[in-house]
């Protein structure tokens, strides 16, 4: 009964290969974000989808690519990935942030070789 | 300046001491403050909000500034479980909400 859960946790994969992760939530949120946390352990946001729609793109690059197809699902489809996108990236889900804390999943942690 | 800014440490405390966090923030329209902890490889989780007129959690208590854009954490009578990163968090609304982190503080409760 994992409240936010993604997969896989664990990505190694080749240089301009395409990859996705996968996130859903159980807690009925309305709003889902993908952060990346880099080598040096800094958690920057990437989206936020609020009900399905992007509400927050923090001038990601375009390989990346968020989806949802309802809103306790998020997707991030990664095109021709590069060296430098190895990170950990953590899905989470809130109910707004004015009134409550955001959950987060476990997170997957990719490397690209 | 970055918009949230930690001492990233590290505190290596003996068992049993106090120790005091501090982080500051760029945007005074900043709407709510959180305290995260992260242990090593996981994911975060939130700690504790942090109100004006302060809040206290059995050992741990929050203090928000907003007038000197300041928040701080303090931890009493440390134990080796409160070994983690804390991570100071900002919540921005502009009408879009999201969380900003600081870099994290990280703590290691020695034996």
């Known amino acids: 009964d994992t409240a936010v859960s993604q997969t896989p946790k664990y990505l190694v994969t080749q240089m301009g290969n395409d990859k996705s992760i996968k996130c859903e939530q159980n807690?009925?949120?309305?709003?889902m974000y993908w952060y990346k946390q880099d080598s040096k352990k800094f958690l920057k946001i990437m989206f936020s989808?609020?009900?399905?729609?992007?509400?927050i793109n923090e001038t990601v690059p375009n390989r990346f690519s968020p989806k949802s197809p309802d809103k306790a699902h998020l997707n991030l489809h990664i095109n021709s990935l590069e060296l430098g996108d190895s990170a950990v990236y953590f899905c989470?889900?809130?109910?707004?942030?004015?009134?409550?804390?955001?959950?987060f999943g476990q997170g997957t942690r990719l490397t690209v070789v | 300046r970055k918009e949230v800014e930690q001492d990233p440490g590290p505190f290596n405390v003996p068992e049993g001491a106090t120790v005091a966090f501090n982080c500051t923030y760029s945007?005074?329209?900043?709407?709510?403050f959180f305290w995260y902890r992260q242990d090593c490889r996981k994911e975060p989780k939130l700690l504790m909000s942090?109100?004006?007129s302060g809040n206290e959690d059995g050992r741990f208590t929050a203090q928000l500034n907003r007038a000197s854009q300041y928040i701080s954490l303090l931890i009493r009578d440390s134990k080796l479980s409160d070994s983690a990163t804390y991570l100071c968090?900002?919540?921005?609304?502009?009408?879009?909400?999201?969380?900003?982190f600081g870099t994290g503080t990280r703590l290691t409760i020695i034996p």
């Open positions: 989470a889900s809130s109910q707004g942030l004015t009134r409550g804390e955001a959950f």
């Open positions: 807690l009925g949120h309305d709003t």
């Open positions: 989808y609020n009900n399905k729609e992007l509400i």
């Open positions: 945007n005074s329209a900043s709407q709510s």
């Open positions: 942090v109100y004006s």
């Open positions: 968090v900002v919540n921005l609304n502009f009408g879009n909400e999201k969380l900003t």
